[in-house]
């Protein structure tokens, strides 16, 4: 199976829809691997294992920063109507 990665560069055009199912995608990968595969598994299990766990934060990351951006942006526009 080959991981389908999204690359930094191209993270801030990329659609809200595709990051999501990249983190589904890595997480499926994560959950076949093992419940226990920080203890279990050999160092090259282990070490995807911590690669998948910090994909999938920087991807979680994103979508979270994307929501502040955008109930930043509405409280904004709510106060421009006001003016």
């Known amino acids: 199976m080959q991981l389908n990665l999204i690359n ?3 993270l801030p055009s990329t659609s809200d ?3 999501n199912r990249s983190i589904e995608d890595l997480t499926r990968r994560l959950r076949d ?3 226990n ?3 279990s598994g050999g160092k090259r299990k282990k070490e995807m294992g911590l ?3 910090t994909e999938i934060c920087y991807l979680q990351r994103e979508i979270m920063w ?3 951006r955008e ?3 509405q409280n904004y526009l709510k106060g421009l ?3």
Do not use: M, P, T
Request: aromatic letters at 12%; glycine letters at 8%; a positive charge.
């Open 51 to 53: 690669f998948l766990e």
């Open 8 to 10: 930094g560069d191209r």
């Open 17 to 19: 829809y595709d990051i």
């Open 33 to 35: 691997s093992g419940a």
């Open 81 to 83: 109507q006001k003016r």
């Open 71 to 73: 109930v930043h942006h």
């Open 37 to 39: 595969w920080r203890v």
């Open 66 to 68: 994307r929501r502040c």
